[in-house]
Nanobody
Framework: QVQLAESGGGSVQAGGSLRLSCAAS???????????MGWFRQAPGEERRVVAA????????YYPDSVKGRFTISQDPTKNTVYLQMNSLKPEDTAMYFC?????????????????????WGQGTQVTVTS
């Protein structure tokens, strides 16, 4: 059974930084060949949207315009862990952040078409940015 364990998050003032971590377990080694991992966020009353994605085999990444240049996703394959470094945080970044993973094509993962419809979700971690 695939599981995602998140850590990080919290409250920070605007302009500050936070780092989220997500450790994956339960994947067979061969399954990592087409695995997309990343982070979604959801604010109250809004849809859950991807904010960063990484295709594990090759390290290709995707960011929407709203976070591009401020957020960086990275991975440590030896630990089956992905990280989300969030800099220059804004109040509008306030949301529940969810780690996600799903075997899928690289074009979906890094083309902005990944919705994790059949994948695994972490439990979520709150990020609050105060002005």
């Amino acid at each position: 059974q695939v599981q995602l364990a998140e850590s990080g998050g919290g409250s920070v003032q605007a302009g500050g930084s936070l780092r989220l971590s997500c450790a994956a377990s339960g994947y067979a080694h061969s399954a990592r060949n087409d695995l997309c991992m990343g982070w979604f966020r959801q604010a109250p009353g809004e849809e859950r949207r991807v904010v960063a994605a990484i295709y594990v085999d090759g390290g290709y990444t995707y960011y929407p315009d709203s976070v591009k240049g401020r957020f960086t996703i990275s991975q440590d394959p030896t630990k089956n862990t992905v990280y989300l470094q969030m800099n220059s945080l804004k109040p509008e970044d306030t949301a529940m952040y969810f780690c996600a993973s799903e075997p899928t094509a690289e074009s979906y993962c890094t083309g902005g078409f990944w919705y994790n419809l059949a994948g695994t979700w972490g439990q979520g971690t709150q990020v609050t940015v105060t002005s």
